[in-house]
């Protein structure tokens, strides 16, 4: 009996000392993960105090960070210069013109687009150009097409059911039925400036 009683209190010992043990391993870590985010608390918030100089960053992180800003810092205040500038500028229109107006940089997109070499779209447009003949035998034969003496001869070629009124329109206008473009803006802008004419 006594030897059953020594055995059961070494195993109560054990069981006390090896949870006691579980208790202090827990305790323990929940000291390291308090310690561990205080610290990391302390790193934020000194990070937020310190200026964005780059220079608590070894790893040069801040440093390329901060040269983006300068960059679209620097962007920005070029970008008001020239409002600025253009809004000084006593030519330009104001008010509801004004927003008729196409920005510079958009411009200038446009441009960046059209005269790329890498361009393919546009290098097939060029092609087809040159195989024409280039934009001055383009134009001279759009000029000659819309003549109306060739329209007439076209419509004659291919017995055109519309060749009579097209005759008839012509026969009005050499009697001077019809209003000259020049005279029909002279009566509607009372001879002050052209319809083609700025501002």
């Not at 010992?13 to 006691?20: I, M």
């Not at 000291?31 to 790893?59: C, I, V, Y």
């Amino acid at each position: 009996m006594v030897r059953k009683t020594r055995k059961k209190k070494a195993t109560k010992k054990k069981a006390t000392n090896t949870s006691a043990k579980k208790r202090l391993s827990r305790s323990s870590d929940k000291r390291s993960r308090l310690q561990a985010s205080k610290r990391g608390a302390e790193k934020r918030t000194s990070a937020k105090k310190q200026p964005s100089t780059g220079q608590h960053k070894p790893d040069g992180r801040g440093r390329k960070k901060n040269k983006g800003v300068r960059k679209k810092a620097t962007k920005k205040k070029a970008a008001s210069r020239r409002s600025t500038s253009l809004s000084k500028d006593p030519k330009l229109p104001t008010g509801l013109r004004a927003r008729l107006m196409i920005p510079y940089r958009k411009l200038k997109e446009i441009n960046d687009f059209l005269i790329d070499p890498n361009n393919q779209t546009i290098d097939r447009v060029i092609k087809l150009v040159e195989k024409l003949g280039g934009p001055e035998a383009i134009n001279k034969k759009a000029k000659k097409a819309r003549d109306l003496n060739n329209i007439i001869a076209r419509m004659k070629a291919i017995d055109s059911p519309y060749l009579k009124d097209v005759q008839w329109l012509k026969k009005k206008r050499d009697r001077g039925a019809f209003v000259s473009l020049k005279k029909y803006q002279k009566k509607i802008t009372g001879g002050k400036r052209s319809l083609d004419s700025p501002g």
